[in-house]
Each structure stands twice: as C-alpha cells, then as structure tokens.
C-alpha cells in the first residue's frame, strides 16, 4: 500500500487493497468489495475519471480469485509445468516449439508461486495455448496453484532418485513428492518423464490420467521428427 500513488502516478486506473485506512482519500474513488455493490456505486465510478481503489478482505486471495475467473472465461488449452527441478527449462523449450505452430503465453521468468501464476493469467488475451509454470516451497502448494490455473495437462520432468535430502519443507522424501506433484488435481493429464532412472512411479501418487514421455519403447509418448 505504499505504493499506492506512485502506481496511479505511473497510469494505473485501479489498484486492489485489504487496508481501509488508504481509502480515505479524495484522489480516488473507493469501491468496498467486502459488501453488496450497488449499481448506483458503480455508476458512479463509470462517470469518474479518478482511479479506484477495490477494497477487500485479502488481496493476495483476491488476485487469485481474479485469475481464476480470467482463466475460466479463456478458450485456450492451459498446461501446468511442475517438477521438483528443470521447470524453466521445461516450459521455455515448450513455450518455443509449441510457439512455432500455435499462438502461447506463458510464464516470464520463474514466477510460479501464489503470486506469479495469478499475474500470468491476468495477461490472457487470445492465445491458443497457456504454458503455466507452478513451483512450491510447502506442501500443498501444487494443489492451490492447480485450483487457480486449472490447467488441462500437467508436464513434469524427469525425476531421478539421487536427489533426496532435506530442505525447505523439513522433510526427507523423494523430489517428485517433495514438489508435491501428488497434489495434481484427478481431472488432469499429467504427462511425466518416463526414461529411467525415475522416482516412485506417478500412478501411485497422482489421481489423474498419467501418460509416459520419453525416448524409449515403454512411454505412451514419443517425440517425432527430432
């Protein structure tokens, strides 16, 4: 909230809070999000040229909501990329090859937490296919991006059983598990790495569809013409 004039200096026509105190004042119109709008409240904001300020309980919560509702009214095909590692990479070589057929958006940078994913969604405009990229640094945290992006297919690198030590979640378990893929919601596909040397395998920690990627003659999908 502190920055709150200098983001309506800067062109903002309207800023979320969860902080009355910042409502009190004559260089926006404030809109109370937290009770029932009336029409006359929003035809007053549509005849102001002042930027508004959307009061609500949580802001955090509000973007996601926000997202989460950008994300349902889109027509393009969004697919979820997780992993306990090799996310980036993943889902920049997806974003270019898929780039070459198909109009994409998808994640700039790493910004996969509760934060990122939202603001990815909010840049939705007309794209074909959605490249969402989901990180976690607690346990469920899969769960809850998968809740706001719901993406149609999940992607997962491959997992390799070598890396198995304590870290941010204070637990030992296997980096497929420690990313909290088993958080995958049961209605999307999750298509994994399936070349060894792999970790548990996904059917026992994902409710979903799962289907195998890789070079070899088991997985249910191959690359063509590499």
């Known amino acids: 909230h502190e920055y709150l004039n200098d983001a309506f200096n ?3 026509i309207a800023a979320l809070v969860d902080n009355p105190s910042v409502c009190l004042s004559d260089q926006w119109v404030t809109v109370d999000l937290r009770a029932l709008v009336t ?6 904001l549509s005849q102001t040229s002042l ?5 609500v309980e949580n802001c955090v919560l509000a973007l996601q909501q926000l997202a ?3 994300r349902e009214r889109s027509q393009a095909t969004f697919i979820g990329v997780t992993g306990s590692f090799g996310k980036t990479t993943t889902k920049e070589l997806c974003s270019v090859i898929l780039g070459k057929k198909y109009n994409v958006l998808s994640t700039q940078g790493n910004l996969n937490n509760h934060i990122g994913v939202p603001l990815t969604l909010l840049s939705i405009k007309n794209e074909e296919l959605a490249i969402i990229e989901m990180g976690a640094n607690h346990e469920g945290e899969i769960k809850t991006l998968c809740s706001i992006a719901l993406p149609t297919f999940g992607l997962e690198p491959r997992v390799v059983v070598e890396v198995d030590e304590p870290r941010r979640l204070g637990v030992r378990r296997q980096p497929a598990q420690q990313a909290g893929q088993d958080d995958v919601p049961p209605h999307v596909v999750d298509l994994v ?5 792999v970790a548990v395998p996904v059917e026992q920690r994902v409710e979903g569809v799962v289907r195998g990627m890789g070079l070899a003659e088991e997985p249910e999908e191959h690359p063509r013409e590499l």
């Open 51 to 55: 930027p508004a300020c959307f009061l």
């Open 39 to 44: 029409k006359e409240v929003l035809g007053q």
């Open 193 to 197: 790495g399936a070349d060894p040397p």
């Open 10 to 12: 800067n062109g903002a």
């Open 68 to 70: 989460t509702l950008i």
